[in-house]
């Protein structure tokens, strides 16, 4: 729900089903790449031990294992910090960003990227990808091409539907669904104006951008 000022309300304590979710998601990639990330024999991806994990990223064993132990327990107070998350990262040379990603942000990157590479081949896509780089446009700018690209790609509708009568519509339900817009808007803006363009043509720009967008639409962090 807005505050007076237009902004989403934020709860003291929204963000702990995601940070719940999230330490899980770290376990489990790590988990998973330490699977394979050892020396390789013959070829073959070998299993990386607690202890060498922590020797390559320099960290204590201690909090290898603590980290881990998220993977199967809701209960878990691990909070690992940005450089601890970067250090594991690159011994395991994958970007950090692949740690944190749920397995819902993996199945919707998934589909997300599949859609997009459809949408370079749309001339109203093209068109917004084109206004956007001849206009060299910052963040604000990309953001309104989001909103356009999700719109145009069909998962972001900027107004409730007009067949739908209001009156006949519970109020719980019409406001539940105007927050809903409200934070598809958000994670749409937001999403496409934090990749930088500058150096990609014009077909690699429109599938970041429209995968952006995408996404963007469907999250709803909780």
């Known amino acids: 729900m807005s505050n007076d000022h237009g902004k989403l309300s934020a709860p003291a304590q929204v963000h702990k ?17 330490m699977q394979v990330a050892g020396e390789p024999e013959d070829g073959y991806p070998t299993k990386l ?28 107070q691990v909070n690992p910090d940005l450089e601890t ?19 819902s942000d993996w199945s919707k990157l998934a589909q997300a990227a599949t859609d997009a590479v459809s949408s370079s081949q749309d001339t109203v896509v093209k068109q917004i990808e084109f206004e956007l780089a001849r206009d060299r446009s ?21 107004r409730r539907n007009p067949t739908i009568d209001t009156e006949d519509v519970p109020a719980h339900w019409a406001e539940a669904q105007a927050e809903a817009r409200r934070r598809s808007q958000l994670g749409i803006v937001s999403a496409t104006a934090l990749p930088p363009l500058g150096e990609l043509n014009a077909e ?3 599938i970041l951008l429209s995968l952006c967008a995408i996404l963007g639409a469907s999250t709803n962090v909780k």
């Open 49 to 76: 031990g607690q202890e060498a994990l922590a020797e390559r990223a320099g960290i204590a064993r201690s909090t290898v294992t603590k980290y881990l132990s998220s993977k199967d327990s809701d209960e878990s």
């Open 204 to 206: 690699q720009r429109i």
């Open 85 to 103: 998350v970067c250090k594991i990262s690159a011994a395991l040379n994958v970007p950090p960003a692949f740690l944190l990603l749920t397995p």
């Open 17 to 33: 089903p995601l940070l719940e979710e999230t330490r899980r998601a770290l376990a489990q990639a790590m988990f998973h790449a």
């Open 138 to 158: 910052g963040a604000a700018k990309r953001g309104e091409a989001g909103l356009r690209l999700a719109e145009r790609l069909g998962v972001y509708q900027h």
